[in-house]
């Protein structure tokens, strides 16, 4: 009530002083009306659900961020990533604009927790679950508890299960595989991959590398990398991909790290 009181004075404002000195009845008949009035006026806040507090969250390049929510839900964001929390009466909503985050949600049995990232929108009511939005494709990783996620163009809701992810896109959705050995671990800064495309690795990597990090030739995106790299010190990550790929790293006056196939 306090929340929408400038709204509530709005929808039903108080009488002129000289209509309050009605017969007895008639103050009756329009105290109920005024309750019936009210009750309406929150049934149709209820309804339409509105909002009434925005806040943004960002990360530079290199820095990750805790954020702890007024219901007690927790959020992590990973590096170079951006994030729109909403509050509304009956919901709390999130919205990730880039980048990567883990969601550890407060239990509230009438207000959902919603998150919407591209293609996908992820409802739970109290749970733990990573996001992660890849321009036009999205992944949600769920850790513990039960989420259910709606893919844009689909009907209906993909349950997840704790231990398992769900890689949505313009294609064809997946269905929901085990998450990846390592892939929860970012949280520490620590970067483990499986058989993983350079692409993947790469793209991952220019979270925390100031400098741009370039594939001089488009195949090289698919070399197969498996490994553990720490986030916090993405230059000398990089310095290692010779050893284990075929390969060269150039960096430039500019700061940019250019990868090139090795002859």
Known sequence: MEQHRDTLKALFPVPDPAQLYRPHRSRQIGGAALCL??????GGLYAV?????????????????NVLLADGSRIQLDAGSHLQV??????????????RARFEVAPSRWRRFQVDAGPVQVRNYGTVFDVERRGDRSEVRLWRGKVGVR????????????????????????????????SGEWTQGRLQFAQAPLGEVVRSLQRYHHGAIVLDEPGLATLQVSGVFDGDHAATALALLPEILPVAVHVRGDGSVHISARH
């Open 49 to 65: 659900d509105p909002g009434w507090q925005q806040h943004d969250y960002r990360t530079v390049t290199g820095q990750r961020r």
């Open 86 to 99: 909403r509050s509304h009466l009956r919901s709390r909503r999130a919205v990730l604009v880039s980048g």
């Open 151 to 182: 893919v844009a163009g689909r009907d209906g809701e993909q349950d997840l299960q704790p231990g398992q992810q769900l890689l949505a896109g313009t294609g064809p959705v997946q269905l929901p595989q085990p998450i990846a050995t390592g």
């Open 37 to 42: 009035l009210l009750v309406a006026g929150l």
